[in-house]
């Protein structure tokens, strides 16, 4: 879950929610909360989808040969 908040100096920030009690935060301040809450939503899912990074990850082993006995 993403969200944006309001900084002392005007500017948001964008944070998500790693684990249950863990939260992470953007880099970079943004001008608009709109803004902010889409970055951290974007950084969400890079942290929670490592697999799309790595295509090792992805790959499916094949069994050659017959399975019948």
């Not at 969200?3 to 009690?21: F, I, L």
Request: one cysteine or more.
């Amino acid at each position: 879950m993403a969200w944006s908040e309001k900084r002392p100096n005007g500017r948001y920030r964008g944070a998500y929610r790693e684990s249950r009690w863990n939260h992470s935060l953007c880099q970079g301040t943004f001008s608009h909360p709109a803004e902010a809450k889409r970055e951290a939503h974007d950084a969400e899912n890079r942290q929670r989808r490592p697999g799309a990074i790595n295509l090792d990850g992805a790959r499916m082993p094949w069994v050659t040969g017959s399975t019948s006995g």
